[in-house]
Each structure stands twice: as C-alpha cells, then as structure tokens.
C-alpha cells in the first residue's frame, strides 16, 4: 500500500481508507497462524492463491462452501465482544463441506462495517483465524468494506466462504446408506449459529441483561449465547478414514426435520428416539421462556446435536471411538429404516 493514498474526499463521505490500511496491518499476525502447506500469496493482493497437493487423488473434485454468522453478530455488538464470531463463520462453512468428506483448503472473509474501527477488524479476524486452525485450512484473504449511511457506525456483517477438495471416488453422497445403518450424534457446544432472531425475541436481546448468571447454564446468558460454533472438521476426517460413513449431516438452520433428510436416500428414513439426545440447558431455558413447542425447537435449532453421521452396523462402534479419541463424545441416537418418512423423532 502506498504512504501516498489518501483521500480527502472519501474521508468526507465516511469511508478512511487510512483505517483499512491499518486494519490489514493489524490483522497479519492473526493471519499467519494459518500458513499451511500449499498457501503461495501473501495478504493485500487481489486474490489468494493456494497450491493443493493432490496426490494419491484419481480424480480430485473442488467442493466450495459458504455463509455468514447471522443475527448471533447482534449479541456480539450488544456485549462488545468480538473474538468469537469468526469461529462461527468458518463453523458454518466448513462443517457443510465436510458432509461429503471434503477437507477445507482455505478460506476467505468478508466484513461489512458501519465505521472502520482497526481494532476491531482485527480482532474479527483473529476469531476467523482460530476457526481456521481448528480446521486445518488456510485463510489467504478477505475484504473489508465500510458502508457509512448504510450501516451504524458499531454495525458489522460477517461472512465468508471455504473451498475444499475429496477425492471423487470418497465421496459421500448416501448411495452406500441401507436399512440398520446407525445414526451417531456428535454433541454441539450451544445454539450454534442458527435460530438468533428467535433467541433475540424470546430473551429480548436488546433489552435484558446479558451479563445474568444463570444457575443452569453455569454461566451468564451472554456467554451462553455466544458459545461459539464446534468445528467438526478433524474428528468427522478421521471417522471417514477409520469407519465406513454413509452420510453425514450438519444440523443448522431448521434442525433436525430440515437437515437430517439431506443425507437420506427416498424409501429411507431416519429414526431418531428424542429420550437419547443430550440437550444442554441453554435450549430448556428458550423453549421455557419462550413457550416454544418440542416440535418446533426440532425444527429450528440442533438441541445439542451439530452433526449427525450415519455408519454401517459394522463399523458404528469403530467410529464412536475415533470420534471419542478425537475430543468429540459422540452417541447413538437412532437408526437408518425403510420408510417414506426421511425423519421420524419417536
């Protein structure tokens, strides 16, 4: 970047350009605890470049994802804590991908914001760089863009989008799934990052008090609402590897009755027995309060299920230890029958 670029009529509309410029500086160290094998562009240029390493690959296929972290970002304002976020959006991305058993390469982001505060940025960042350390991709680039008049000056928007690469003969797409396949539960760390409009009303973000410790949930509301997204990257790999996976899926937005049939083949249905699944007391409290039905907490939110994978009989018990021996206490919640309903919650 030039010590020369500056414009005083830009400044005048809102925008500092100088700001940005100190926001990538600021950002870099973050960053560089990303670099893996196969990154060959540095920060600041027009696009990111990735090199990947295909072999042992017959016939490699690029599988992209991508999302933003939704309304949770509010409570992130409200609490002026930014750290986190980031997670979320890398969470939200990649956690898709691996569904048909793509590891992410590298990601990007995009922030929208009212007013460029450096500081700020970075520390959005920092959050998008874990959530690419505990994926194992890269982040190689990104975009800020300042919207004076369009946003409040303490308004973001936080998105972004992940590419991925599998080899197209593992690829997992539910053809190999049959009656007795067993359904594993892989535990969430919350809400995620889907259902916050209804979280925001139910609790009335913008009025209560988020800083409330709550017996149950042994901690405040606002540190319970924005427990970051689990990334499922790593333990879901090696499942894949180790056991024989004929689907998996990644429970967002719509929960369980929306997510669960996308890795179900039609005449298939997934039996899932509701008393096995481990709901956090985050989610007793929304529907209490809320006065939310079972139904529709199932239909909204993943109750303390992030993903679920789907295992041959024979190799279910093999993938629950890897998945164990990956930090990650997976359980059964059900099992794969013949059916015209692609989910029943018994």
């Given amino acids: 970047m030039s010590k020369n670029s500056r414009s005083e009529a830009y400044a005048a509309a809102g925008v500092n350009i100088e700001a940005g410029y100190e926001g990538v500086k600021l950002m870099k160290k973050h960053v560089q605890r990303t670099i893996i094998p196969g990154v060959v562009s540095d920060l600041g240029g027009f696009g990111g470049s990735f090199a990947p390493d295909l072999t ?7 599988v992209s994802g991508t999302d933003g972290v939704g309304t949770k970002q509010r409570i992130a304002q409200i609490m002026n804590r930014h750290d986190t976020v980031g997670i979320d959006c890398v969470a939200m991305c990649v956690n898709d991908i691996i569904c ?3 590891k992410p390469l590298f990601f990007l982001d995009y922030i929208a914001i009212g007013k460029n505060d450096p500081e700020k940025v970075a520390t959005l960042v920092s959050g998008v760089a874990e959530g690419c350390v505990q994926s194992g991709c890269a982040l190689i680039g990104g975009e800020t863009a300042e919207h004076p008049g369009t946003m409040a000056e303490d308004d973001y928007d936080l998105a972004g989008f992940t590419v991925g690469i599998v080899d197209k003969s593992k690829v997992i797409d539910n053809s190999t799934m049959k009656a007795g396949d067993v359904v594993i539960a892989l535990p969430s760390t919350g809400i995620h990052s889907n259902g916050y409009s209804l979280v925001r009303k139910v609790f009335d973000i913008e ?6 410790y709550y017996d149950e949930l042994g901690t405040t509301l606002g540190d319970a609402l924005l427990e970051p997204t689990r990334i ?3 333990p879901v790999l090696a499942a894949i590897e ?4 004929h689907g998996i899926s990644h429970i967002t937005g719509g929960g369980f009755y929306e997510n669960v049939p996308r890795s179900i083949p039609d005449g298939m249905g997934a039996k899932i027995n509701k008393d096995a699944v ?3 007391a985050i989610f007793k409290l929304l529907q209490e309060t809320g006065n939310i039905s079972e139904r529709d907490m199932f239909n909204t939110y993943n109750m303390g299920v992030g993903m679920v994978v789907i295992a041959s009989a024979k190799t279910a018990d093999r993938a629950i230890e890897i998945l164990k021996n990956e930090g990650c206490d997976a359980y059964v919640i059900g099992e794969i029958a013949e059916s015209e309903d692609k989910i029943e919650i018994i």
């Fill in 278 to 280: 481990k709901t956090p």
């Fill in 232 to 234: 499922y990257v790593k």
């Fill in 242 to 245: 180790g056991a024989d996976i």
């Fill in 100 to 102: 048909i058993g793509a």
């Fill in 56 to 62: 042992g690959m017959t016939e490699p296929v690029l």
């Fill in 207 to 212: 009025n209560c008090d988020l800083n409330r």
